[in-house]
């Protein structure tokens, strides 16, 4: 049995400038996604240094523009791309909110990948305390060697 799934796709309301960023993020978050859970930790680790922490507006903005541009990552399977090209779109605008990667609390197992803004799930359609984080990358305040 298949049910049909109703996602806003309609990147249109953008213009064309931030469309392509979003794509680009997009196709980067994408290739990352593929990588080992280490490997995309370090990456996103680096990108947040210099950062400041992303406000809650601006998280939810670089979601919902993702999820608008790509169908990919507006599905129930593209959470992980979907938070990283957030996060990606979030550092281009010298922010970065908390990105996350986890299973649920309760059964049956799932995986996750989510947003965060002061410890609060960003325009996640579960209850807050819905997923346990194994992976965090959040704002690395520490300044650069040499």
């Given amino acids: 049995m298949t049910s049909e799934q ?25 290739l990352l996604a593929g990588q080992k859970p280490d490997r995309i930790r370090l990456v996103l680790r680096r990108l947040s240094r210099g950062a400041r922490p992303a406000s809650r507006a601006e998280a939810a903005a670089a979601r919902r523009d993702t999820v608008t541009t790509s169908a990919f990552c507006s ?28 299973v649920r609390r309760y059964p049956p197992f799932g995986a996750h990948a989510w947003v965060s803004v002061d410890g609060i799930p960003v325009d996640e359609p579960y209850p807050d305390d819905f997923h346990i984080p194994l992976l965090t990358v959040a704002v690395d305040d520490r300044p650069e060697p040499g």
């Fill in 6 to 30: 109703v996602l806003r796709h309609d990147p249109r309301h953008l213009g064309l400038r931030r469309r392509l960023t979003v794509r680009a993020a997009v196709v980067v978050a994408r």
């Fill in 75 to 102: 599905g129930p399977v593209g959470c992980l791309p979907r938070s990283i090209a957030t996060v990606l779109l979030c550092r281009l605008a010298g922010t970065w909110p908390v990105w996350h990667a986890g």
